[in-house]
């Protein structure tokens, strides 16, 4: 099953319980950083470009369900302005 990430006119939402706003994202992901390294040898990272991702879990944490988190619209994108649990709610 392919699990998608929201957009800026979307959001994640658990049909379970109806949780919007905790979630443990799994994901792998290849990047190209670009590091400066101070004389003393601090690294900052001054730039981060993601190459690859892949979205391999999305759990809500509030209930653990994996398979009722869904991406939503937000609101002033045409979504629900109020969310209700969905079917079994805790």
């Given amino acids: 099953m392919a ?10 939402r658990c049909g379970h319980c109806g949780n919007l706003t905790r979630f443990d ?3 792998t ?3 190209r950083e670009y590091w ?4 003393s040898g601090e690294v900052a990272v001054e730039e981060h470009e993601v ?3 892949q979205v391999e879990a999305v ?7 994996s398979d009722h988190v869904e991406v939503v619209s937000r609101p ?12 079994g709610g805790v």
Avoid: K, M
């Fill in 3 to 12: 699990v998608s990430l929201p957009d800026e006119s979307s959001r994640l």
């Fill in 25 to 27: 994202v799994t994901r």
């Fill in 29 to 31: 992901v290849r990047s």
């Fill in 36 to 39: 400066h390294a101070s004389l």
């Fill in 51 to 53: 190459l690859a991702e």
């Fill in 59 to 65: 759990t809500c944490r509030w209930c653990s369900a």
């Fill in 76 to 87: 002033e994108f045409g979504g629900p302005s109020q969310e209700t649990p969905g079917d």
